[in-house]
């Protein structure tokens, strides 16, 4: 269930074309000093986003696929009840093959679980929400163009549609400034913390020092309205369960700068 407090902070704000698949390449990403909409701490605004290399695209049910059938406790038939829900790759023909009309659709149905055990596979793992962020940042000519009110507008208009009807191929829609693709308008997407985006029910963790509270005390200025479109994100992140799957989300895998590609 999404979380009561990330629901009263969206109802304070006011509410492609198809192409060939582009190669899953690791684009590499300077990081920095960036303002974020999930600061690290309720004092702080600013992330310290060190360099780190992301997916050109969505990972497809081609590329999902393939890692099943080389892990095929993955796949739906086999995988334990902890790791995945019972719509895990539903829309699948059979338990490894997804079938030639969405192959080359960003996969989803795909638990974070999943996500990250296919990342872990390649050698590298799901994106960090402040590594996902700063790369969403980016408009096709800027790296920030959050203060652009034109790109705020395509993002909403995108978010108004995104995932309904036939998914584009994955790498289909243009790239941004940094080479990236599919990061609006296609699928949410698993980041590697996105337990930490959760906001406790249970008193007895409020407490935990350790967790990213995304309703802590100024963790978010409601007067940024321009942020809607994050604040929808993060409301879909933290109303999942690492176990959960839905037909809305899919994902990319990301490594630091340093790892070999």
Same mark, same amino acid.
């Given at each position: 269930?999404?979380?009561?407090?990330?629901?009263?902070?969206? $109802?304070? &704000? @006011?509410? %492609?074309?198809?192409?060939?698949? #582009?190669?899953?390449?690791?684009?590499?990403?300077?990081?920095?000093?960036?303002? $974020?909409? &999930? @600061?690290? %701490?309720?004092?702080?605004?600013? #992330?310290?986003?060190?360099?780190?290399?992301?997916?050109?695209?969505?990972?497809?049910?081609?590329?999902?696929?393939?890692?099943?059938?080389?892990?095929?406790?993955?796949?739906?038939?086999?995988?334990?009840?902890?790791f995945a829900d019972e719509g895990y790759l539903r829309q699948w023909a059979s338990p490894t093959e997804p079938g030639a009309a969405i192959a080359n659709q960003p996969v989803t149905q795909v638990s974070w679980f999943a996500a990250s055990a296919y990342c872990e596979a390649r050698g590298a793992r799901l994106p960090r929400w402040h590594e996902w962020e700063l790369a969403a940042a980016?408009?096709?000519?800027?790296?920030?163009?959050?203060?652009?009110p034109a790109w705020r507008q395509q993002i909403l208009d995108w978010y108004a549609t995104s995932a309904r009807g036939v998914l584009p191929a994955a790498g289909a829609l243009p790239p941004n400034y940094f080479g990236v693709r599919d990061l609006h308008g296609v699928v949410w997407e698993w980041v590697e913390d996105a337990g930490s985006m959760l906001v406790s029910d249970d008193s007895r963790e409020q407490g935990d020092p350790n967790r990213n509270r995304f309703c802590g005390s100024g963790a978010i200025d409601l007067e940024q309205k321009e942020n809607y479109a994050m604040l929808m994100r993060i409301a879909m992140l933290s109303s999942m369960k690492a176990s959960y799957s839905s037909n809305s989300m899919g994902f990319r895998c990301a490594k630091d700068a340093r790892a070999p590609r």
């Open positions: 269930m999404i979380r009561a407090c990330i629901l009263m902070a969206l $109802t304070l &704000l @006011p509410i %492609s074309a198809p192409g060939a698949r #582009a190669a899953a390449l690791d684009v590499p990403i300077a990081g920095g000093k960036f303002e $974020t909409v &999930l @600061p690290p %701490s309720p004092k702080e605004k600013i #992330a310290i986003v060190p360099p780190f290399r992301l997916d050109a695209a969505l990972v497809s049910n081609a590329d999902f696929a393939t890692f099943v059938r080389k892990h095929p406790d993955w796949s739906r038939d086999r995988v334990a009840g902890l980016a408009s096709a000519n800027v790296p920030d163009a959050r203060n652009d």
